[in-house]
């Protein structure tokens, strides 16, 4: 007997079909309520599902999209051998790949969508989001405050990539993998430089004098968490 679908699949499912058939309306009308509506219409899905899964109109559309594409890096950094690969490739391979994923004129949109004052904070969280989504791919289990500063580091690398990306015009991006390539370097560098920081007698007096602070610093219990919660040391 075939299992009865959630209303949350059927959510999933609205969204995915909506999404789809945006990209070609938001190439002239931008991540705007007029692509929504006309997606809405071209993907048959009904007006009263289609508002449970885009509550919030275009701002829900534009998260939708970016989010997917968080959803399917991981899918596809699943399938990848990982083991096999050097660490700073495994971070190279997921940046990449979401940037394959993704419509350069969509995000481009997207940009300008996210960088209006009254968005600009959820823009902020879909950034966190998918620096989230690559470490997680990795393998990622830090839940201190390493998990925070992990995941700035990524934005701003992946912040400088997709604007790299935007303007590239190079056969097959050949240039974007090179830039990528350089910037991962750049934090796998800075990463040995703070362990040789952490191991140095003045490393250590820090530790010893911040460590108790910096233990009370959480990851998030989930994506709605953020920015996760200190706890008082008693």
């Known amino acids: 007997m075939a299992k009865r679908k959630s209303e949350q699949d059927h959510i999933s499912e609205a969204k995915r079909a909506v999404i789809s058939a945006a990209l070609p309306h938001v190439l002239f009308d931008g991540w705007s309520d007029t692509a929504l509506q006309a997606a809405i219409t071209d993907s048959g899905v009904q007006a009263d599902l289609a508002k449970r899964a885009?509550?919030?109109?275009?701002?829900?559309?534009?998260?939708?999209?970016?989010?997917?594409?968080?959803?399917?890096?991981?899918?596809?950094?699943?399938?990848?051998?990982?083991?096999?690969?050097?660490?700073?490739?495994?971070?190279?391979?997921?940046?990449?790949?979401?940037l394959d994923l993704a419509d350069k004129e969509a995000v481009r949109r997207?940009?300008?969508?996210?960088?209006?004052?009254?968005?600009?904070?959820?823009?902020?969280r879909?950034?966190?989001?998918?620096?989230?989504?690559?470490?997680?791919?990795?393998?990622?289990?830090?839940?201190?405050?390493?998990?925070?500063?992990?995941?700035?580091?990524?934005?701003?690398?992946?912040?400088?990539?997709?604007?790299?990306?935007?303007?590239?015009?190079?056969?097959?991006?050949?240039?974007?993998?090179?830039?990528?390539?350089?910037?991962?370097?750049?934090?796998?560098?800075?990463?040995?430089?703070?362990?040789?920081?952490?191991?140095?007698p003045l490393g250590k007096g820090f530790s010893a004098t911040f460590g108790k602070i910096l233990s009370g610093i959480n990851a998030p219990e989930s994506p709605d968490d953020l920015p996760g919660k200190i706890h008082k040391q008693e």
Not at 58 to 77: F, K, P, S, T, V
Not at 110 to 124: I, R, V
Request: glycine content about 6%; aromatic content about 12%; some cysteine.
């Open 54 to 98: 885009f509550p919030r109109g275009a701002l829900d559309l534009a998260l939708g999209y970016h989010n997917q594409g968080d959803a399917d890096m991981r899918e596809a950094m699943a399938a990848l051998d990982l083991e096999a690969m050097r660490y700073s490739a495994r971070v190279a391979k997921a940046i990449s790949l979401r």
């Open 110 to 124: 997207a940009m300008a969508f996210f960088a209006l004052p009254q968005n600009a904070a959820e823009g902020s």
């Open 126 to 200: 879909a950034l966190w989001h998918t620096a989230d989504a690559i470490w997680e791919s990795l393998g990622d289990t830090s839940r201190d405050y390493n998990w925070y500063t992990k995941r700035m580091t990524l934005s701003a690398v992946y912040s400088a990539c997709v604007l790299f990306w935007l303007g590239d015009q190079s056969e097959n991006g050949v240039e974007t993998e090179a830039f990528i390539e350089r910037r991962i370097a750049n934090v796998m560098s800075f990463e040995k430089t703070k362990a040789k920081f952490r191991n140095s």
